[in-house]
């Protein structure tokens, strides 16, 4: 699955069409967050390689384990949304925010938690029973 944040610099149609030129051995559906890719892993691989470079902040990919068109998941078959469109809905909205961090990276220095000495622990626990 091809997903475009809601920031990207290109559109659904934009995408799909940049696919095709590409002229490889590819399934490709168009899709209201992108596209769906399917075919060989290698060309798979290759049309997302070129593509994610017209806009590497806000063009993401996801595994998807079944091939368009599936009966076991196509919801012209099942008469519903599929399992996981809610999910794919829920991480759509976090994409700006990702989008942001890859734009502007930070270091990040995690620092683990220190354990409370058990006295500070025992007054606290007195104070909060008053």
Known sequence: MIIL???????????VGKLHMMELPLTIKSTCY??????EEKYVKQAVEKIR???????????R??????PRRCRA????AREGY?????EFELLDFVSEALKNPEEVCIEKPKKVPVELFKKVCRECEK
Do not use: M, W
């Not at 944040?5 to 995408?15: D, K, R, V, Y």
């Not at 992108?34 to 075919?39: K, S």
């Open 77 to 80: 078959k099942r008469g519903a």
């Open 65 to 70: 384990g079944f091939p368009p068109g599936d």
């Open 34 to 39: 992108g596209a769906i890719v399917n075919g």
């Open 86 to 90: 809610h999910q794919l809905e829920k």
């Open 53 to 63: 470079k017209l806009d590497y902040c806000n063009i993401f990919t996801k595994d």
């Open 5 to 15: 944040g809601p920031s990207a610099s290109i559109s659904q149609t934009e995408l």
